[in-house]
């Protein structure tokens, strides 16, 4: 079946412009995260939705950063005045609840983010 | 504040060879452990995982162990093949819906 899909997969843009990042998760998974993983670092959480619950954003880094999920389904990622230091791989995942607490968080590929 | 930690940013190992990943944490209410690879341009992929009431969970070449006395789990892949040659991640979870916390990875790589 089909994964989470991710667009773009690749985003240049210059700094202090906005920027909107998609992702299509599994359907039917009711779990989405995003998380970013910056050159040679680990992987960064951002922000946590899951069904109807208010969602974690403990991890956003600024208030440049925000994101929605409408519906139930399709996220977006909008960072605002971008800076150099936003430039990273932003990933999003999701995740089935009905498979318990351990599931596993399903990726996509990914939108490689340039901050020129 | 850094809860899952790789402390060993790379290895390398011999094809055939046991690889041995190891992943320290400090959150003694982690529940559940995962261990993920990642190849360039991809996103990461699920190895396997184990819950705090195990302390081995075995899945074809892939071996995961937990201490939790230690907060410590390793991932043993035997025997490494070519195609091993990644970046692996462990990430861990508390038993409740929520983020999962990721170590900064370790890059393998398999020699012939």
């Known amino acids: 079946g089909a994964g989470v899909s991710q667009s773009p997969s690749n985003k240049v843009t210059e700094k202090g412009k906005d920027v909107e990042l998609r992702c299509d998760p599994i359907?039917?998974?009711?779990?989405l995260y995003w998380y970013r993983q910056s050159l040679g670092q680990g992987l960064e959480f951002l922000i946590y939705?899951?069904?109807?619950?208010?969602?974690?954003k403990s991890g956003l880094p600024s208030d440049r950063f925000s994101a929605e999920r409408t519906g139930g389904s399709v996220s977006t990622l909008t960072i605002q005045r971008t800076q150099q230091e936003d430039s990273a791989v932003y990933l999003c995942?999701?995740?089935?609840?009905?498979?318990?607490?351990?599931?596993?968080?399903?990726f996509g590929n990914g939108t490689r983010l340039t901050v020129t | 504040d850094q809860q899952v930690k790789q402390n060993s940013p790379s290895l390398s190992v011999q094809e055939g060879r046991i690889s041995i990943l190891n992943c320290d944490y400090t959150?003694?209410?982690?529940?559940?452990f995962l261990w993920y690879k990642k190849y360039p341009a991809e996103g990461p992929t699920f190895l396997i995982s184990?819950?705090?009431?195990?302390d081995k969970n075995e899945d074809g070449r892939f071996t995961v162990f937990l201490n939790k006395s230690a907060k410590h789990l390793s991932l043993h892949i035997v025997p490494s093949q070519p195609g091993d040659s990644a970046v692996y991640f462990c990430?861990?979870?508390?038993?409740?819906?929520?983020?999962?916390?990721f170590g900064a990875g370790t890059q393998v790589v398999v020699t012939p």
């Open positions: 995942a999701s995740s089935s609840p009905a498979q318990g607490a351990g599931s596993p968080l399903h």
């Open positions: 359907s039917g998974h009711t779990a």
């Open positions: 939705f899951q069904g109807n619950s208010a969602p974690d």
């Open positions: 959150n003694s209410m982690f529940d559940y």
């Open positions: 184990i819950s705090s009431i195990k």
């Open positions: 990430a861990a979870r508390t038993d409740s819906w929520g983020k999962f916390q």
